[in-house]
């Protein structure tokens, strides 16, 4: 299934840019003025190629996985917090509920490596791989094929969407400790010391962050993940819902859906799926710049700038639901604003 998404996944064509473009220099306003959200409307235009493109049903998968390396204290919360805020998202109480009602974006609660058994429940996908994954300072937290199911379940989810006439999804992601597993790809890949990309997650002491940093070095010199083969770092220091993550934007590029990365966890993934693929940064926005330190380390290897800078660091999609209103403005900004022409307002003087 991967290497058959991957060979649908092609460039955006620059004409698209240039459609785009022609349109914005006409609206009624002095050229560039109206900065990235002009970016946005160019962006959408060439990835749906389509000079009126629609954005008007939005999808935020927010993955939940658990995390073996838990039981080496590197997070403030207990690993039972995983499926209790499971329990949250399908009642509608968390953040990512509120902030995607306000963004008119459907939440997708997908259990994909919770170590617990959910009975039958409405409005959870359950597409469990692994009840959490081991404790990577042991050996490797995934085996290979269980990364590469967390990849397909991710593609399978875009797939779907894409024929159910979703226009753009975002990333979210649930997992107690999962910051940890995700400093660990950054370091690997972006190669990076551990110290520069290794945050306290959520909120943790200086002492515990000394012993984070402790874990993911120990794991990465047990596991020595391969940094030129992206699933095997998934799967050696890696999490279920970051590999799912990963195979949603495989899954959005191929199917050219837009989709907006959420902050640290959530650009861990698609850090996967970029080394994996480069092309699927054409189909990516970041959503916000993370308070994780290790974020920008992960943007700046993508070539990806961050639309918000809030101070976020809450993860489940919340960044990604709060870009999609400033993405989509700039799309109704090109569809709704008048030309020149349109308006009977005099263009610049020509010189």
């Given amino acids: 299934m991967i290497d058959e998404t991957l060979k649908s996944i092609k460039p955006v064509e620059e004409k698209w840019y240039e459609i785009a473009q022609h349109r914005l220099d006409n609206l009624t306003k002095p050229p560039?003025?109206?900065?990235?959200?002009?970016?946005?409307?160019?962006?959408?235009?060439?990835?749906?190629?389509?000079?009126?493109?629609?954005?008007?049903?939005?999808?935020?998968?927010?993955?939940?996985g658990d995390h073996g390396v838990t039981v080496e204290g590197v997070s403030a919360y207990p690993k039972e917090v995983t499926p209790q805020m499971v329990f949250n998202f399908l009642r509608g109480g968390a953040g990512i509920n509120v902030l995607a009602r306000h963004a008119g974006a459907e939440?997708?609660?997908?259990?994909?490596?919770?170590?617990?058994?959910?009975?039958?429940?409405?409005?959870?996908?359950?597409?469990?791989?692994?009840?959490?994954t081991r404790n990577f300072t042991n050996g490797p937290a995934m085996t290979k094929d269980e990364a590469v199911r967390?990849?397909?379940?991710?593609?399978?989810?875009?797939?779907?969407?894409?024929?159910?006439?979703?226009?753009?999804?975002?990333?979210?992601?649930?997992?107690?400790?999962?910051?940890?597993?995700?400093?660990?790809?950054?370091?690997?890949?972006?190669?990076?010391p551990v110290e520069e990309v290794t945050g306290r997650g959520t909120g943790i002491s200086d002492e515990a962050l000394k012993r984070k940093i402790d874990v993911i070095k120990k794991a990465i010199e047990i596991n020595m993940p391969d940094p030129d083969d992206p699933i095997d770092v998934l799967s050696k220091v890696g999490?279920?819902?970051?590999?799912?993550?990963?195979?949603?934007?495989?899954?959005?590029?191929?199917?050219?859906?837009?989709?907006?990365?959420?902050?640290?966890?959530?650009?861990?993934?698609?850090?996967?799926?970029?080394?994996?693929?480069?092309?699927?940064?054409?189909?990516?926005?970041?959503?916000?710049?993370?308070?994780?330190?290790?974020?920008?380390?992960?943007?700046?290897?993508?070539?990806?700038?961050?639309?918000?800078?809030?101070?976020?660091?809450?993860?489940?999609?919340?960044?990604?639901?709060?870009?999609?209103?400033?993405?989509?403005a700039g799309l109704k900004i090109y569809k709704e604003m008048a030309t020149f022409g349109e308006a009977g307002v005099s263009n610049e003087i020509q010189k």
Wanted: net charge negative.
């Fill in 107 to 132: 939440v997708v609660v997908v259990d994909i490596g919770v170590d617990y058994d959910f009975n039958d429940i409405e409005g959870l996908l359950k597409m469990k791989v692994i009840k959490g």
């Fill in 32 to 64: 560039g003025s109206l900065g990235r959200l002009e970016e946005f409307a160019r962006r959408l235009v060439a990835i749906f190629e389509d000079n009126a493109p629609s954005m008007n049903k939005k999808a935020i998968f927010t993955f939940a």
């Fill in 239 to 328: 999490g279920a819902e970051i590999g799912g993550i990963a195979g949603l934007v495989l899954g959005a590029a191929s199917n050219r859906i837009p989709v907006v990365i959420d902050g640290f966890i959530s650009t861990a993934g698609a850090l996967i799926a970029y080394c994996i693929e480069p092309k699927t940064k054409d189909y990516m926005f970041a959503a916000h710049n993370s308070v994780e330190i290790g974020h920008k380390a992960m943007l700046d290897k993508m070539g990806l700038k961050p639309i918000l800078d809030l101070d976020l660091r809450l993860g489940e999609g919340t960044g990604a639901a709060l870009s999609m209103l400033l993405i989509e």
């Fill in 150 to 192: 967390c990849i397909e379940i991710g593609i399978e989810l875009a797939n779907g969407y894409a024929k159910k006439g979703y226009k753009i999804f975002g990333t979210g992601e649930m997992g107690i400790g999962n910051t940890t597993p995700s400093s660990a790809i950054a370091a690997v890949l972006t190669k990076r």
